[in-house]
């Protein structure tokens, strides 16, 4: 049993439960780049969310710097070879706005990061999510996608140009937590289980 620093408090990422100190917790990654704590009740649902157990019996080292290597757990999980299909056929792209072909670029960015796995993993436990995707006001173009259920929500950053374009930034356990901004549901996770804006649907 590995022994962990427990001076902040730990707690499950799933019930949220806070852990004993010692307490043992598996260690899990929702979206192969960060790993959290999971009690030892809630792995199956870990499992289930499609996060990914972490392997070795030692801490995953996180670099920091440069571009990820794509994941060995990509392939475990069938993850498709090659770019996922654009949400939006090229046609319809060219007759939208810019506000809103940067909708739909964040939803393909988004379709395209393990973190959609997570989305639909949820979406299998709990149901379909109310989904919004909102442009932040400033320069960057950085675009945040929220996702909500009645009992969990999970919000994420989409910065088109970086070469991790998308990241997760916030999440918690009751809607109501959720600012205002972000809860003009504008998406919707579809039958093929992507996201996808309502402009184009
Ligand atoms: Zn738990």
Redesign the pocket.
């Known amino acids: 049993m590995r022994v962990t620093k427990a001076t902040v408090h730990r707690a499950?990422?799933?019930?949220?439960?806070t852990l004993l100190q010692g307490e043992y917790a598996l260690r899990f990654s929702p979206d192969g780049v960060e790993f959290v704590d999971?009690?030892p009740?809630?792995q199956d649902?870990a499992l289930d969310y499609g996060w990914v157990r972490e392997g070795g019996p030692t801490s995953p080292v996180l670099t920091p710097h440069g571009r990820r290597k794509r994941p060995r757990w990509a392939q475990l999980l069938g993850a498709k070879n090659g770019q996922p299909e654009p949400v939006v056929p090229e046609p319809l792209l060219r007759r939208l706005s810019d506000a809103e072909a940067a909708l739909v670029e964040a939803a393909d960015l988004f379709n395209a990061s393990l973190f959609l796995r997570t989305v639909q993993g949820v979406a299998r436990a709990l149901g379909a999510p109310l989904v919004s995707i909102v442009p932040l006001s400033g320069v960057t173009g950085e675009l945040v996608l929220t996702f909500a259920w009645e009992i969990t929500w999970y919000q994420y950053r989409v910065l088109p140009e970086a070469a991790q374009p998308v990241r997760l930034a916030d999440r918690g356990a009751d809607i109501s937590e959720i600012e205002p901004a972000f809860t003009e549901w504008n998406a919707a996770l579809d039958d093929d289980g992507r996201i996808v804006p309502n402009i184009a649907r």
């Open positions: 499950c990422a799933v019930c949220e439960r999971v009690c009740l809630c649902v």
